[in-house]
């Protein structure tokens, strides 16, 4: 198959899912249609689930739940309705007891009757409405903190943050922006000094080159959903299943549907 080569993004989440599903997408980032939700997903078998949704609720900044699937069932609900989560990411990590054992773009292969999806919010959604607003920021980083995350069984972590450099205007504005999206993050943990969190070397983040910090710019600190990643790591079930960043799956519920104002 041809793989798609525009750049101009593609008319409609659907279209881009279907695009995907066929082999057909390069992976091009420029080409996801703007101003969707998007949502990083986790596949754990059943019998993990309860204590993993329970983690999800009570470390809901880090891990916010758009939906859960019902096991064995691959469509993502409301979110992308006729979609399957089996095929419509470009990219999927395969664990194996908490330990990363490969990539690939397609989990039919792998995937059982006992696997339950969670769609966790993702700060994608809210990067569009940053942009909207006009914000200007660095890209983002991601770390891990060493402020425990709140455990539950075998589920626990510290956790990790998503460092966007920014001024003082710009934060100001940052912070009313995100707090519309409680079900993607929300607003900022912490902005300032990154010590409070642990942290003692931005130039070392867990993901990404290390940032560069302007004149005037202050570190500023969202949760992040590796934070459930990490913690599903630490319960080391035989098979995991999850997104592979920077690809997640672009739904067709619109950013201000996840907006609380």
């Not at 091009?28 to 754990?44: A, E, N």
């Not at 980083?141 to 075998?154: D, F, I, L, N």
């Amino acid at each position: 198959m041809s793989p798609l080569t525009t750049e101009i993004p593609l008319e409609s989440p659907g279209r881009l899912r279907s695009e995907i599903a066929a082999g057909r997408w390069g992976g091009d980032l420029r080409t996801i249609p703007q101003g969707y939700t998007q949502s990083s997903v986790l596949m754990l078998p059943q019998a993990y689930a309860a204590d993993f949704l329970r983690f999800c609720q009570l470390n809901s900044k880090a891990a916010g739940l758009l939906h859960v699937g019902a096991p064995g069932d691959p469509e993502p609900g409301y979110l992308a309705p006729g979609g399957d989560i089996r095929t419509d990411l470009h990219s999927y990590r395969i664990w194996r007891n908490g330990e990363l054992a490969g990539t690939c773009d397609d989990i039919s292969g792998l995937w059982r009757e006992d696997m339950v999806a969670f769609y966790l919010g993702c700060s994608l959604t809210f990067e569009h409405a940053l942009t909207q607003a006009g914000v200007v920021r660095g890209e983002g980083r991601v770390y891990t903190t060493t402020v425990p995350a709140q455990s539950v069984g075998a589920f626990a972590t510290n956790l990790a943050v998503t460092m966007r450099p920014m001024d003082t205007k710009n934060a100001i504005r940052a912070i009313q922006v995100t707090s519309r999206f409680p079900a993607t993050h929300g607003g900022p943990i912490h902005f300032g000094d990154p010590g409070e969190l642990g942290l003692e070397d931005l130039s070392k983040p867990d993901f990404g080159s290390a940032p560069t910090l302007a004149a005037g710019e202050v570190p500023v600190f969202w949760a992040c959903s590796a934070t459930a990643v990490l913690a599903a790591q630490a319960a080391k079930p035989d098979l995991m299943l999850t997104f592979d960043p920077p690809y997640m799956l672009i739904t067709d519920r619109r950013v201000e549907e996840t907006s609380v104002l």
